[in-house]
Each structure stands twice: as C-alpha cells, then as structure tokens.
T-cell receptor, first 114, second 118 residues
Framework: DSGVTQTPKHLITATGQRVTLRCSPR?????VYWYQQSLDQGLQFLIQ???????AKGNILERFSAQQFPDLHSELNLSSLELGDSALYFC?????????????FGPGTRLTVT | AQKVTQAQTEISVVEKEDVTLDCVYE???????LFWYKQPPSGELVFLIR??????QNEISGRYSWNFQKSTSSFNFTITASQVVDSAVYFC???????????????FGKGTKLSVIP
C-alpha cells in the first residue's frame, strides 16, 4: 500500500460527459502529480501541483483541469469526454519541492468512455 | 528533451532463470534521477528504486540488482532466480533535476512485459 488513495476505482460514462477523479496524497507529501496510461500513448505526465499551486503541465488537454485543495487532496476534472479519453489515470505524491524524489502512485482510476 | 527507451517489449523466462531488463535514456541535464517501477497484473505502479545521476554505484536488493552506466546512458535491471510473482510490466523512468519550478515529473519508457513461466 503506497499510502496514496484514489477514487473511484472504476468509472464508466458516455461521450460528452464530465467526470471528477479524486486523489489523496501520502501523509506529509506536498506534491501531487497526475498521469494518464493508455495503450497507444503509454504513461504520460499530465499536471503537477505543489502545496496548492500548479507547478508543471505536461500533455494535458484543454478539456482537462485539476486543482489541489488546502488539505492537499487533488481533483482531476475531465470534460467533454471522448472515446479516446478512456485510460487509467494515476495520481502520485512525493515529498515536496526539494524533498524526496520518489513518486508513490495510487491504485489508479480506470475510466471507460462509451 | 528527455527520452527513455525500453527496447524489449516482452520477455518470457522459465522460473529460476536470471533476466535483465534494458533501459536507455536521453537527457541534456547533468543532474537527473532514474527510476524503476513495477506494474503487476492488478494494475498499481510500485516504486522499486531511484538512482541519482551523480551516484554510479550499482545496487543489489535481494534478488534485484541495478547497473547504472552513465557512459552508455543505461540503467539496466536484473532479476536473479526469477519467480512467477515477478511477472509484471516494468517501467524505467527519468526525472530531470528541475524540469521547471520544482517539478520532478517522470518520463516513462514504454515498459517491458515480463512473463515468468513455472
């Protein structure tokens, strides 16, 4: 158990809909990273938050957004969903800006868009 | 731009054989971090090891060992006396020291699927 929690575990929704994925980092970790794992693109970095502020953006679509709340949990919002958004979405946490560099991953949320 | 290449897509070995998973990386940074993660069939990503670019010491942890060679930009992973429970997809990943404003985002290879046959 990495200590990172993600909900829900599975999500099935229709094209055009909007969903929210939730992540709680390990106790004491300030950074949350979001990654997408798909068959064609592999594991890709989407976005990072550190202590409530956005720190880095990767290959994140404009239809996707995220935020980190004062209690450090994070949410990834996916809107106007398309079939191609079906993937496994991971969040990971790490020990802060200059802290430990290992990222510990949650169990993932499997999103299926039909 | 950083890049990680895992040329072996799939490997099958018989239980108790040794197996080496290859990883080659590209980066312009002089300070960076290399990682291996394991993804078993259940789907979670499990952290295995981190190496710093300034520390080329090889490491052994039980049946696992890692060979980091800066000269060839490689960070290979060997499992000795493989077991069925080692069956998983293994990912090599790279993080540059500061991808920007305190970010250590990971760039992953495509992964190597290891099947250990009893």
């Amino acid at each position: 158990d990495s200590g990172v929690t993600q909900t829900p575990k599975h999500l099935i929704t229709a094209t055009g809909q909007r969903v929210t994925l939730r992540c709680s980092p390990r106790s004491g970790d300030l950074s949350v990273y979001w990654y997408q794992q798909s068959l064609d693109q592999g594991l890709q970095f989407l976005i990072q938050y550190y202590n409530g502020e956005e720190r880095a953006k990767g290959n994140i679509l404009e239809r996707f957004s995220a935020q980190q709340f004062p209690d450090l949990h994070s949410e990834l919002n996916l809107s106007s969903l398309e079939l191609g958004d079906s993937a496994l979405y991971f969040c990971a946490s790490s020990g802060g800006q200059r802290g430990s560099y290992e990222q510990y991953f949650g169990p993932g949320t499997r999103l299926t868009v039909t | 731009a950083q890049k990680v290449t895992q040329a072996q897509t799939e490997i099958s070995v018989v239980e108790k054989e040794d197996v080496t998973l290859d990883c080659v990386y590209e980066t312009r940074d002089t300070t960076y971090y290399l990682f291996w993660y394991k993804q078993p069939p259940s789907g979670e990503l499990v952290f295995l090891i981190r190496r710093n670019s300034f520390d080329e010491q090889n490491e052994i942890s039980g049946r696992y060992s890692w060979n980091f060679q800066k000269s060839t930009s490689s960070f290979n992973f060997t499992i000795t006396a493989s077991q069925v429970v080692d069956s998983a997809v293994y990912f090599c990943a790279l993080s540059e020291a500061d991808s920007g404003a305190g970010s250590y985002q990971l760039t992953f290879g495509k992964g190597t699927k290891l099947s250990v046959i009893p």
